[in-house]
Every structure is written in C-alpha cells, then in structure tokens.
C-alpha cells in the first residue's frame, strides 16, 4: 500500500481527501466529478468555500456520515443534511465516527475579524495508519496546536483570512510535523506562489509536499 501522503488529495482551497480504507473528506469544494465516495465528510466551518451543499451532495451517499462544529446545526439542516447522520462538535473534544478516531482542535484568528474564537469552529486532528493528520481549517497558528504530536499537517497559506505563507511555515517550525501541504491558496488573486514561499520558509525537520495543482 503507498504512504499515507500519497492518498491525500487537495482540489482547491481546503477541499481534502483521504484514502485510508474508508474515504474521508474535508470541506469539499470546486468539486468537477461526482464521485459519491465519501464515507464521511468533515466541516470545519460555514463559509461558502467551506461548507458547499452543492459539492457535498456531489461526495456524498445515503450511508455517508458527517461531523461540524456544533453551531453549524441550523446550516446543516437548511443544506437538508440528516442530522441523525451528524455528529455536530466543539472545539477540544475527543470522538470517534466510522471507526476513526479524532480530536477538534480550534481554528479562529487573532486580532482579526474573520473567524472569531466564539464562533466555535474548528480544525480536526485525525488518527489514520498511526499518523496523526491535522487539517486545520480558516485559522491563524496557534500556540495550544504547535505542541501536538502532529505527523501530517495540512495548512493554510493565503494569507488576510488565514495565516499567510511565511506565518504558517513559522506554526510549522515550531510544531514540527514530517510532512507539510499547504492549503487554502491561490482561489484569490495576490496568493498564486504562496506555497512556494512556504516551501521555502519551512526547516529541514519537515518535508512540504505540494498537492494543489498537482
């Protein structure tokens, strides 16, 4: 079976796949097929490059389940999303789904307006192939995240909503993950390259693997 890394998809912004048995995704988004694999499809949040009903429909099928943040509920209802199929979350909560095990971890900025601590959404540490995989949603690299023993950690690089690519390759630095993707780039004008940049800032304790656009 190839590395974990090499079943790890990114088709724009933080739309992810992963191929560990059971197929999970992540904010699925800018979607062209419609492949209906999913297993289980993870939100982090509700803006529109996040949580897209017209691209989950696309992933989905009638056995797919769901986890989003907990103030999600109402979205997730108006989407036509069974509840009774959801697992709805806050952030610092411990859970398992399908058999996966993961953690919410928080995804908010500082000192920006954009994605706030009370909104209460989130990015997920998830446990597959004894890799802990982080993707962590809109969010600025914070200090409580840096310490976990993240093995993969997808990352935002964009920048103005996010963290831009030099702070996120600093978050990188200081956690230390083997493998870096940046995310979350290159759907706005003024961040095509950032993850080159990132590239470039990263140390030699963390090997960045490029994904979008690949």
């Not at 630095?173 to 759907?187: E, L, Q, R, S």
Request: hydrophobic letters at 40%; charged letters at 25%; a negative charge.
């Amino acid at each position: 079976m190839t590395k974990l890394i090499d079943r790890i998809t990114v088709n724009a912004q933080s739309s992810i796949r992963i191929d560990s048995g059971k197929i999970l995704r992540f904010d699925p988004f800018l979607l062209t097929e419609e492949p209906h694999d999913a297993d289980v499809i993870f939100i982090t949040h509700s803006h529109p490059d996040h949580f897209s009903p017209a691209d989950i429909k696309k992933v989905s099928k009638p056995e797919t389940l769901f986890v989003a943040p907990e103030s999600m509920k109402s979205d997730i209802e108006k989407a036509g999303i069974d509840a009774e199929k959801c697992v709805f979350v806050n952030p610092g909560e411990s859970s398992e789904i399908a058999g996966v095990s993961f953690k919410t971890l928080p995804a908010y900025n500082i000192g920006r307006p954009f994605h706030t601590p009370e909104s209460r959404w989130v990015g997920y540490a998830v446990e597959l192939e004894g890799e802990l995989v982080y993707v962590a949603g809109d969010t600025d690299g914070l200090d409580e995240i840096a310490e976990l023993p993240i093995t993969i950690a997808l990352m935002p690089v964009g920048g103005k909503f996010t963290t831009d690519a030099r702070e996120a390759a600093e978050f990188i630095n200081k956690m230390k993950p083997k493998i870096a993707v940046p995310i979350h780039f290159g759907g706005m004008p003024g961040t095509e390259g950032a993850d080159r940049v990132f590239e470039q800032n990263v140390g030699k304790d963390t090997e960045v693997v490029l994904k979008i656009g690949k």
